[in-house]
T-cell receptor
Framework: IAGITQAPTSQILAAGRRMTLRCTQDMRHNAMYWYRQDLGLGLRLIHYSNTAGTTGKGEVPDGYSVSRANTDDFPLTLASAVPSQTSVYFC?????????????FGSGTRLTVV | GQNIDQPTEMTATEGAIVQINCTYQTSGFNGLFWYQQHAGEAPTFLSYNVLDGLEEKGRFSSFLSRSKGYSYLLLKELQMKDSASYLCAVMDSNYQLIWGAGTKLIIKP
């Protein structure tokens, strides 16, 4: 089934630890995105990639890094987790940056930093 | 700054019609999107408007007025499964989506 796979589904992480959230898509979409969703706030863009080999910073990039070595994979790394990074993280993709067919979202990773 | 406003919560009755409003102020405009998000799930794409007017898609319709910075999502013949949050998002001049906080729609029998 075409779509986006995120792993893990949920995680409890000790503060100060490093963690990578995985995201893989099989739709050959050029653009990919990482968002965090917190109660009462809209989805906030962390990092994005318009095409393989390029990445850009979103609205809330501090404490996070990404890479886009190929079209399918877009991992998000927390170098040293802090409690304020407790959130639900969604990976999304679109056929192109500025695409009008909408984004496809993964099922999310619920991260708790303690 | 960029801002998307939509009501926090709305309640409607099964079988009725509900209109969810969204107003926006963004740096540039390249279209407005509506998404549906059931609790604990990912958002799913509902509609896209870039020109003024009404776009109808089954029980759901979306309206846009660019001069007023305004859109609404109209849901007809409400069903219990329509209970969800509805997210308004505007694509700005950099082709990035700016998201509203979402409207939680509660459907009562």
């Amino acid at each position: 089934i075409a779509g986006i796979t995120q792993a893990p589904t949920s995680q409890i992480l000790a503060a100060g630890r490093r963690m990578t959230l995985r995201c893989t898509q099989d739709m050959r979409h050029n653009a990919m995105y990482w968002y965090r969703q917190d109660l009462g706030l809209g989805l906030r863009l962390i990092h994005y990639s318009n095409t393989a080999g390029t990445t850009g910073k979103g609205e809330v990039p501090d404490g996070y890094s990404v890479s886009r070595a190929n079209t399918d994979d877009f991992p998000l790394t927390l170098a040293s987790a802090v409690p304020s990074q407790t959130s639900v993280y969604f990976c999304a993709s679109s056929d192109s940056a500025g695409g009008t067919n909408g984004y496809t979202f993964g099922s999310g990773t619920r991260l708790t930093v303690v | 700054g960029q801002n998307i406003d939509q009501p926090t919560e709305m309640t409607a009755t099964e079988g009725a019609i509900v209109q969810i409003n969204c107003t926006y102020q963004t740096s540039g405009f390249n279209g407005l999107f509506w998404y549906q998000q059931h609790a604990g799930e990912a958002p799913t794409f509902l509609s896209y408007n870039v020109l003024d007017g009404l776009e109808e898609k089954g029980r759901f319709s979306s309206f846009l007025s660019r001069s007023k910075g305004y859109s609404y999502l109209l849901l007809k013949e409400l069903q219990m499964k329509d209970s969800a949050s509805y997210l308004c998002a505007v694509m700005d001049s950099n082709y990035q989506l700016i998201w509203g906080a979402g409207t939680k729609l509660i459907i009562k029998p």
